[in-house]
């Protein structure tokens, strides 16, 4: 069992819906991370969370500690949301971070 | 600042050969990670140095990856030799330490034949 675990693998969206993209982990972490991976390849930090949540523009990340859960949404999306989504969590004690197998988000106009 | 610069972009090679790949991390940055991405496996960390130093190198795969960061300028990934299931995009990331947020290159796309 990965010890990053990301669903859906795959996502199709008419653009302006509500996105949610789930990140659950086994291990105890010290930071989470949320990462875009652009359809040319080029990889984004998009929020590093520790606990409760984070805004910037129409993307929120919440993370939930005692559950082990960490949620991406989407608000309002768009064609050019279009991109894999990267979680990974840096375990506690370790400054490696480990990595989901992303969720591969497709929003058509 | 140009971000995190990853050369060369794109590699083919033969099995048995030497590859080096090469990474400029952003300038006053402290800490480069190598990662390595396949379809199989995803994201995932080779190795890390900290000040020039190497702090976790348990993700390299085995002898025949080596790393090193001469300066805080440069850094290097050998393969010697190269295999085929080498094949990976290779990318190098930077961050001012080691936690705080990671600033990626855009990656060597390696092909071994």
């Known amino acids: 069992k990965n010890e990053v675990e990301q669903s859906p693998q795959n996502l199709t969206a008419q653009e302006g819906e509500f996105i949610t993209i789930n990140c659950s982990y086994s291990v105890g972490i010290s930071a989470l991370h949320w990462l875009q991976q652009h359809p040319g390849g080029g990889i984004v930090s998009l929020f590093m969370l520790s606990s409760g949540k984070k805004k910037h523009g129409r993307l929120i990340a919440t993370i939930n500690i005692q559950e082990k859960h960490s949620s991406l949404h989407i608000t309002a999306s768009h064609p050019r949301d279009s991109a894999v989504y990267i979680c990974?969590?840096?375990?506690?004690?370790?400054?490696?971070?480990?990595f989901g197998k992303g969720t591969k988000l497709t929003v058509n106009p | 600042d140009a971000g995190v610069i990853q050369s060369p972009r794109h590699e083919v090679t033969e099995m048995g050969q030497e590859v080096t790949l090469r990474c400029k991390p952003i300038?006053?940055?402290?800490?480069l990670f190598w990662y390595r991405q396949t379809m199989m496996r995803g994201l995932e960390l080779l190795i890390y140095f900290n000040n020039n130093v190497p702090i976790d190198d348990s993700g390299m795969p085995e002898d025949r990856f080596s790393a090193k960061m001469p300066n805080a300028s440069f850094s290097t990934l050998k393969i010697q030799p190269s295999e085929p299931r080498d094949s990976a995009v290779y990318f190098c990331?930077?961050?001012?330490?080691?936690?705080?947020?990671?600033?990626f290159g855009p990656g060597t796309r390696l092909t071994v034949l």
């Open positions: 990331a930077s961050s001012l330490g080691e936690r705080d947020t990671q600033y």
């Open positions: 990974a969590v840096r375990q506690g004690g370790s400054e490696k971070l480990v």
């Open positions: 300038s006053g940055h402290n800490s």
